[in-house]
């Protein structure tokens, strides 16, 4: 079966700290997919980044840096210098191949960045 | 702009009736989703269509319904079967393929009182 885990439900930190968001993923799949969203107040998702389960290289894009480990099925998510219109839930997501191309979602980690 | 709208924002209902909520995309996606999410949870999949006149189930389509008779639009009821319908219900869609993200509508707030 597949799973997402995000075991941290909320995270508060003052701006400019860094942050890191976990997630964990189950799956039996050797050709899997995984995803971040951002879900700001308005509640609309905003894709971040996704990854195939070939490539392991991390990812930088601005403030925001990804890490893949297979070994440890982790994928977390880091944001440095944290602003406060980071504040929102993020969401970590498993894309199942060959089950109708829909996602196995993570509960969310609310970010809550202070001034 | 290209994009996906769904409306309305806000929706109440009254216990017992069905409710059509509505989703539109111009992405020119042929696949196309309904989520359901609830307060400190994740999103859980109510359907998905992968091609017009088609679409199948997801893993919480009790007491609802949807249909596919336009590429572009995807609507989805609320029937009264439906035991707790209050939630927050987003529509998403895409480009065929395993390695394509989804985008997202505004999302749509029901609430049944």
């Known amino acids: 079966a597949q799973k997402v885990t995000q075991a941290q439900t909320e995270i508060s930190v003052v701006e400019k700290e860094d942050v890191t968001l976990d997630c964990v993923y189950e799956?039996?799949?050797?050709?899997?997919?995984l995803f971040w969203y951002k879900q700001p107040p308005s509640g609309e998702l905003v894709f971040l980044i996704r990854r195939n389960s070939f490539d392991e290289q991390n990812e930088i894009s601005g403030r925001y840096s990804w890490n893949f480990q297979k070994s440890t099925s982790s994928f977390n998510f880091t944001i440095t210098a944290s602003q406060v219109v980071d504040s929102a839930v993020y969401f970590c997501a498993l894309r199942r191949p060959n089950y109708g191309q829909n996602f196995v979602f993570g509960p969310g980690t609310r970010l809550s960045v202070l001034p | 702009d290209g994009g996906i709208t769904q409306s309305p924002k806000y929706l109440f209902r009254k216990e017992g009736q069905n409710v059509t909520l509505s989703c539109e995309q111009n992405l020119n996606h042929d696949a196309m989703y309904w989520y359901r999410q609830d307060p400190g949870q994740g999103l859980r999949l109510i359907y998905y269509s992968q091609i017009v006149n088609d679409f199948q189930k997801g893993d919480i389509a009790e007491g609802y319904s949807v249909s596919r008779e336009k590429k572009e639009s995807f609507p989805l009821t609320v029937t009264s079967a439906q035991k707790n319908p209050t939630a927050f219900y987003l529509c998403?869609?895409?480009?065929?393929?395993?390695?394509?993200?989804?985008?997202f509508g505004p999302g749509t707030r029901l609430t049944v009182l």
């Open positions: 998403a869609s895409s480009v065929s393929g395993d390695y394509n993200e989804q985008f």
């Open positions: 799956t039996r799949d050797t050709t899997y997919y």
